[in-house]
């Protein structure tokens, strides 16, 4: 018997719900051996006057594959630097780009 005829055989006794389950962790491993296909950004342009919460608006528009929620404590703490310490916008905004770009790079190494 092949391994296929094995694997059906098997398939066939299971639920429909023990099946469907199975069907999953087939793709689940499949996914895991398939290369994915990196998603490409476009940086919108920095206007000269922008300020930090639209430079945070623009890069997430940039980066919309990103989880937010994960860079949410570095963008927090940029934006009270600039907010509650006057820390210089210019500065700030450099380092929201720095992040967003490390964390897209991380995002297509993983997919890779």
Do not use: C, N, W
């Not at 430079?55 to 594959?65: C, E, G, H, T, V």
């Amino acid at each position: 018997m092949s391994k296929l005829e094995h694997l059906q055989t098997i398939f066939k006794q299971l639920s429909l719900e023990q099946q469907q389950t199975l069907i999953e962790f087939a793709e689940f491993l499949f996914s895991k051996t398939t290369k994915k296909t990196v998603i490409e950004t476009k940086l919108l342009p920095r206007p000269s006057t922008e300020s930090v919460i639209a430079a945070i608006k623009r890069l997430s528009k940039s980066y919309p594959m990103l989880d937010k929620a994960i860079m949410l404590d570095e963008t927090s703490r940029l934006m009270t630097e600039h907010i509650i310490q006057g820390r210089d916008k210019i500065e700030v905004i450099d380092e929201l780009e720095t992040i967003f770009l490390s964390h897209y790079k991380k995002f297509t190494k993983e997919l890779t």
